[in-house]
Structure formats: C-alpha cells, structure tokens
T-cell receptor
Framework: DTGVSQDPRHKITKRGQNVTFRCDPI?????LYWYRQTLGQGPEFLTY????????KSRLLSDRFSAERPKGSFSTLEIQRTEQGDSAMYLC?????????????FGPGTRLTVL | GDSVTQMEGPVTLSEEAFLTINCTYTATGYPSLFWYVQYPGEGLQLLLK?????DKGSNKGFEATYRKETTSFHLEKGSVQVSDSAVYFC?????????????FGKGITLSVRP
C-alpha cells in the first residue's frame, strides 16, 4: 500500500492556459474524491467517483473543470482557461466503500499557481 | 447546508500543556465525524474518527467524543508535545456511514513550544 499519489506536486501556469492533474488512489479503493484548498481554509469538496462513475459534483466545479476516471483506477482533473482565482492546492482522496470503511485517505496535493 | 465550525486560532501552548480544540457541526442526519491533521510539509492525515453518538475516537493520545446533544466533537490531549505542532481540521461526512464527501472546518494551527 503506497498511499494516494498525485502528479505534479507543483504547477505554475499563465492565465488562460489549460492544466491537467493526475491522482492515483490506493489500490482497490473504489471511491475517489477531489477537493480544493485555499490558504487559511479547509478543503472544499469538488467531485467524487465510485469506480468510473462520477456521482456528485459541487457547484464549485464550473464548466471549465472536468474530471475523469476512465477505468476506475487513476483520475485526472483538467482546468481549462485557468484564472488567477483557480490558484489553490488540489487534493485527491480515496476510500473503500462497501465494507463499512468510509475513511478517506488523502494524497499530498498539487499546488497550482496561476500567474 | 452541512457545515463545521472550529474555534479561531492560532493556538500556542507550552509542552505538556492540556489541549482542547473546539468543533461543532450542523445537525443534518447522523454523520461520521473526523479529525485530520496536517504536519508541516505533509498531506492531510486522519487522526481519529467517530461514527455514532457517544463514540470516542482516540489516537496518539488525542481523544474526541461524538456529542449529539451539543453537536460537538472537541479534540483533547492531556499533554502536548512539540511534535504535535500542526494544523488540525475537524470534518463531517454527509450521510451516516457512507460518506460521499467531507465538509471541513477552517482548521486551526497549533504551535507547541519546548
């Protein structure tokens, strides 16, 4: 069990560019979550997947944001036409549902800076 | 909607002092409750959790009791160490048992001086 991994750890981009982040959950975890954390705040929920199905999206997830989990394993989060307000830490978490275990395990995050 | 309120920080204590960090949540259903900790330069780690009323979660000397009557989940430790310096987040799940998302408080920074 190597834990949740995220790539890249840091991303600096210019306003208007597209960025994509990757998350690899703990193997066999069927639920995967994306959160966003800004300075001085707690993480805010963006979306989650059960296997490959995206089951819930927050209103924070504008149409510039898209997330996928094509084979029910790793996930990608893409932000199109980035804005300075998108600068934040993007966190991924995974959990194993269906066996009474609902604890979410978090990755180290991807810090996005939009110039 | 669902929300979690944590006491304002930061908190600075001397080593071996008693710690209490307050957390209250909105009483929508019967959510699981969690404390996560973020050490400097590291990701969020689960510290402890409780899944039903009157449950006590405990880990590394920290404890928190699920109080339904006061909708609280205060974190306590009898004797803090310098290594406990970190940011602490209280969180609740959306539904009993199967949590489709977590709602976090703002977090509080704890600094423990030798």
């Amino acid at each position: 069990d190597t834990g949740v991994s995220q790539d890249p750890r840091h991303k600096i981009t210019k306003r208007g560019q597209n960025v994509t982040f990757r998350c690899d959950p703990i193997s066999e975890h069927n639920r995967l979550y994306w959160y966003r954390q800004t300075l001085g705040q707690g993480p805010e929920f963006l979306t989650y997947f059960q296997n490959e199905a995206q089951l819930e999206k927050s209103r924070l997830l504008s149409d510039r944001f898209s997330a996928e989990r094509p084979k029910g394993s790793f996930s990608t989060l893409e932000i199109q036409r980035t804005e300075q307000g998108d600068s934040a830490m993007y966190l991924c978490a995974s959990s194993l549902e269906g066996r009474g275990t609902d604890t979410q395990y978090f990755g180290p995050g991807t810090r996005l800076t939009v110039l | 909607g669902d929300s979690v309120t944590q006491m304002e920080g930061p908190v600075t204590l001397s080593e071996e002092a008693f710690l209490t960090i307050n957390c209250t949540y909105t009483a929508t259903g019967y959510p699981s409750l969690f404390w996560y900790v973020q050490y400097p330069g590291e990701g969020l780690q689960l510290l402890l959790k409780a899944t039903k009323a009157d449950d006590k979660g405990s880990n590394k000397g920290f404890e928190a009791t699920y109080r339904k009557e006061t909708t609280s989940f205060h974190l306590e430790k009898g004797s803090v160490q310098v290594s406990d310096s970190a940011v602490y987040f209280c969180a609740r799940g959306t539904l009993t048992g199967a949590n489709s998302k977590l709602t976090f408080g703002k977090g509080i920074t704890l600094s423990v001086r030798p």
